[in-house]
């Protein structure tokens, strides 16, 4: 059964408040009369909230206008309707002014009240269209980042166009960061939807008790502390689009509630006996193994082919590396307006280095690192942080701390950790170039004779063909001695990798 439209009337006279109450629940209405203004706002200052008001302007103690005013404090989205003896111009004004919807001249005729809820309705909907419209302008600098240069994120666009004008819930998968709520936005904004609210709900940010309320809303009195009723999210996204980030979080007893409502469309708040119908698209996200998930009994096989009529998979950064100095510069140029700094391009060596380094983050860690680069304005030392981000995540096991004595200080261990990144940066370039030390030493921007000073230094195999296991594991074992020597290799003209040619 579905939820009946609440009327609040305020008035006086007896007489007037039988007759709306008799007018009102013939067409299936739920009336409340109240006799005065404070009677009013002690109900609505409790959490009470009609769908409309019918106050009276002339009314002892507290005037109607006076008690619209209070009520526009306590939420001015409230929907009243001014009734008075008088047609005064500067009444109807004032009344208008102070946030009323219309207003009607006693006596009035059925059409008359009529026209009066319509009219209230209408600007209802211009309101929450005006809203949407404000949300959709914030979200469009977001949304706009969608950038594809890679073939896999070419044909995900691709899909997002296809399958966006279809009104079916989509599962969209990938590792934290790869972008999927931007996805789910574009999705929206590509749909029928798209003038219609886009709501986001991170499940893994509450409990399970509080996302329940979160979701689906609570009543007056269901729990301590709800001191008023309060709409959940799925009424708040009712026509337009629900997204439920990291769904995989969510507890068994939510998930059972929530194919609930993907099936019937309906539901009821914590703590409230009728039920609300709601009509929302709803795009799910995760980054974890959901086989495996639903295998381990966390997620309920029943609503992942619900929610898995679509899917897309978003693939993590470090398989689409051609975009990365696309997105570099999008974050560089957004950043450097944020900041108000004169955005400076990237060295070929620092988008380079970028290309190489996997980016675990991925889109969330470039855009952190750009932050920072935009703020620093150090080109050098960007890249430094890359490469030793570089060989950190390419080290096989952990460093050992005795590789470097805690008595040698902070300048010491910094040292070891600049010459690790060298030294693996300096090997994969001689493997990706067969070898060739000269096109080696091109791609990582030094001179030919530095290069031959760090394969030296860290006794690499000068000789064609893969880097052997020997010369690996001497150098890993030479990198005490270059870090003691850091600062006679400081003075060789053009021997830092860091520093360039």
């Known amino acids: 059964m579905a939820t009946k439209e609440r009327i609040m009337v305020v008035d006086d006279e007896p007489s007037i408040r039988k007759y709306l109450r008799t007018l009102l629940e013939v067409d299936g209405f739920e009336v409340e009369t109240l006799a005065s203004g404070k009677e009013a706002l002690g109900h609505i200052g409790q959490g009470e909230r009609p769908d409309f008001i019918i106050l009276d302007v002339l009314m002892p103690e507290m005037d109607g206008l006076e008690t619209l005013k209070q009520l526009m404090r306590l939420d001015h989205s409230l929907n009243v309707i001014m009734l008075s003896c008088a047609n005064e111009v500067n009444t109807v004004v004032e009344a208008i002014r102070l946030g009323a919807l219309d207003y009607l001249t006693k006596p009035f005729e059925k059409p008359e009240l009529d ?13 929450s269209e005006n809203q949407s419209l404000r949300e959709y302008c914030e979200a469009l600098t977001e949304d706009i980042s969608f950038l594809a ?22 599962f969209i998968s990938g590792e934290s960061g790869v972008g999927k709520e931007v996805v789910a936005r574009m999705i929206h904004l590509r749909s029928k939807r798209q003038q ?5 709900v991170n499940c893994a940010a509450l409990p399970g008790e509080l996302l329940e309320s979160e979701l689906f809303g609570f009543e007056q009195g269901a729990f301590t502390g709800a001191v008023r009723a309060k709409p959940g999210k799925f009424e708040l996204a009712n026509k337009g689009t629900i997204f439920l980030d990291e769904i ?13 409502v993907l099936q019937d469309g309906q539901y009821s708040r914590l703590g409230a006996r009728s039920v609300v119908n709601v009509d929302v698209r709803v795009l799910a996200a995760t980054n974890v193994d959901v086989k495996e998930a639903m295998r381990s009994g966390r997620f309920r096989e029943d609503l992942y082919y619900r929610l898995n009529v679509l899917s897309l998979h978003i693939p993590p950064l470090r398989e689409r590396t051609a975009e990365i100095p696309l997105l570099f510069r999008h974050f560089l140029v957004k950043y450097s307006e944020k900041y108000q ?5 990237p060295s070929k060596n620092l988008l380079e280095a970028a290309m190489r380094y996997p980016w675990p983050g991925n889109l969330r860690e470039l855009e952190n690192f750009v932050k920072r680069y935009v703020i620093l304005e150090d080109d050098e030392g960007s890249f430094r942080e890359l490469l030793e981000m570089t060989g950190q995540q390419q080290r096989v096991a952990p460093r050992e701390e005795a590789v470097v ?9 910094v040292r070891g950790l600049k010459d690790e990144a060298e030294m693996e940066a300096i090997a994969d370039a001689l493997d990706k170039m067969n070898w060739c030390r000269k096109d080696a030493a091109r791609m990582l921007g030094i001179s030919y004779k530095a290069l031959l000073y760090k394969m030296r230094q860290f006794n690499l195999d000068s000789g064609r063909g893969a880097r052997s296991a020997a010369a690996r594991a001497a150098a890993k074992e030479a990198k005490p001695a270059a870090a003691k020597s850091a600062t006679a290799t400081d003075e060789v003209p ?3 990798v860091a520093r360039g040619s």
């Open 115 to 127: 026209a009066a809820f319509l009219k209230c309705k209408q600007k209802q909907q211009l309101r």
């Open 494 to 496: 053009g021997a830092s």
């Open 149 to 170: 240069a890679s073939p896999q994120m070419l044909k995900i666009r691709q899909q997002i166009l296809q399958i966006a004008p279809v009104d079916v819930p989509i």
């Open 341 to 345: 700094k004169t955005p400076a391009d």
């Open 196 to 200: 219609q609210p886009f709501v986001k």
């Open 405 to 413: 004595p805690k008595e040698q200080g902070l300048k010491a261990l």
């Open 248 to 260: 995989a979080e969510m507890s068994p007893h939510l998930q059972a509630k929530l194919l609930h």
